[in-house]
């Protein structure tokens, strides 16, 4: 019972919220300045906070840069990033725009990425690095409906030919957004996500899941894990796993409670005591 917020719980349920966009709309208007997630920042060595109206905004430049895509609702995006802020951010800028996000695990091979990216059809990609793109690149012939590859880190050489698809970093792409674009009406039962199978046991399928199946889920959970808005959840399961995106993204964000994203799996035992999460 440390703080005020141990019994404060205003969990947004499914019928509420109507679709993943509409969550997060819903969760900044009633909790605008509470901590949504936290990070920690290499350059400066410290762990810093994102408010929901701080995710808000940035979410903002996300959508004005994908809608200037000319994207239909129903086109699938990727994303190929380690958990991070930018990975919500992105999705739900897509999500709001009527987008079908299509996950992509951090270190996947290459040929198991152009394979999922050919067979989603995806029009853009974001990558945690150049390098990841640089990797991948080689097998674009594969893949030819991609038109704008993203990346958060990394360096393009001055000399580097023009490639197809347009190749970019996220600073500059976000400093070219346009103008705030208006979000289309998105169904509950309209696609949301193509999460794609391990591929163990054959090439990878896709199984399609819609905004309503992932609330539900995540809703269903407060039935067994009350949780609140004083939690804090520590992120280090992949978010391209739907146990993790379900219960580590979209749970918290119905409790309205803070996730925090280890750095990694060797750092973990270090973040655990610096963050000191209550759900794990």
């Known amino acids: 019972m440390k703080t005020s917020l141990r019994h404060k719980t205003d969990a947004i349920p499914a019928a509420t919220a109507g679709t993943l966009s509409g969550l997060f709309h819903q969760r900044v208007a009633r909790t605008p300045d509470l901590t949504a997630y936290r990070h920690f920042d290499e350059q400066i060595g410290q762990w810093l906070g994102i408010t929901w109206r701080q995710a808000s905004e940035q979410i903002g430049r996300w959508q004005r840069s994908l ?55 995806s029009r853009a990609l974001l990558v945690g690095t150049l390098e990841q793109w640089q990797a991948l690149a080689p097998w674009c012939e594969r893949f030819p409906d991609l038109r704008q590859v993203i990346y958060l880190e990394g360096t393009v050489p001055v000399d580097a030919a023009i490639v ?33 199978t ?77 963050v000191h999460p209550t759900v794990l």
Request: glycine residues 8%; aromatic residues 10%; negative net charge.
């Open 67 to 121: 809608a200037a895509l000319d994207l239909a609702p129903g086109e699938r995006v990727a994303v190929q990033l380690r958990n991070c802020p930018e990975w919500v951010f992105y999705e739900q800028a897509a999500l709001g725009l009527g987008l079908v996000v299509v996950p992509l695990y951090p270190n996947d091979s290459p040929g198991n990425v152009a394979y999922i990216l050919r067979d989603s059809g």
């Open 164 to 196: 197809n698809p347009a190749l970019t970093s996220a600073a500059d792409w976000l400093a070219r957004g346009g103008p705030r674009p208006v979000e289309p009406t998105t169904e509950p039962d309209s696609l949301a996500t193509i999460v794609y």
């Open 198 to 274: 391990s591929g163990t046991t054959g090439r990878p399928k896709g199984v399609m899941l819609s905004h309503h199946n992932i609330l539900w889920n995540a809703e269903a959970q407060l039935e067994t894990v009350p949780t609140y808005h004083d939690d804090i959840f520590l992120s280090f399961l992949p978010l391209s796993h739907a146990f993790e995106r379900t219960v580590g993204y979209y749970f918290p964000m119905i409790a309205g409670s803070c996730v925090a994203y280890a750095r990694s799996l060797q750092a973990l035992r270090e973040d655990l005591l610096a």
